[in-house]
């Protein structure tokens, strides 16, 4: 069983950044496939991006070029930058982590999931 955390979530204008990051109880976390989904009101759960555990990286279309993940493996953490935050961004963001499997884009295939994080992007 994986415990993952979120943090750094927050309010923040249209055009500014934030990093979310995703600590992980698992010490071997190196060998996650790790992913990032969001939730905004009235919405469904949306991928937004993943890095495997061989290093891969995906992201959806609306956040390419603007968001990106990495991964800290020494400190089992993981990491979400997201620049030029639009407010479309608002929702509650879910990290997520599947041990040494390919990326799962859909929601239901992913194994574990931290508890979320509220960002807000104000026009």
């Known amino acids: 069983q994986v415990h993952l955390v979120e943090s750094g979530g927050g309010l923040v204008q249209a055009g500014g950044s934030l990093r979310l990051s995703c600590g992980a109880s698992?010490?071997?976390?190196?060998?996650?496939?790790v992913g990032w989904f969001r939730q905004a009101p009235g919405k469904e759960r949306e991928f937004v991006c993943a890095?495997?555990?061989?290093?891969?990286?995906y992201y959806s279309d609306s956040v390419k070029g603007r968001f990106t993940i990495s991964r800290d493996p020494a400190n089992n953490t993981a990491f979400l930058q997201m620049n030029d935050l639009k407010p479309d961004d608002t929702a509650v963001y879910y990290c997520?982590?599947?041990?040494?499997?390919?990326?799962?884009?859909?929601?239901?295939?992913?194994?574990?999931w931290g508890q979320g994080t509220q960002v807000t992007v104000s026009s």
């Open positions: 698992e010490r071997t976390f190196n060998q996650y496939s």
């Open positions: 997520t982590a599947n041990h040494r499997t390919v990326v799962a884009t859909a929601a239901r295939l992913n194994a574990y």
């Open positions: 890095l495997s555990w061989v290093g891969t990286t």
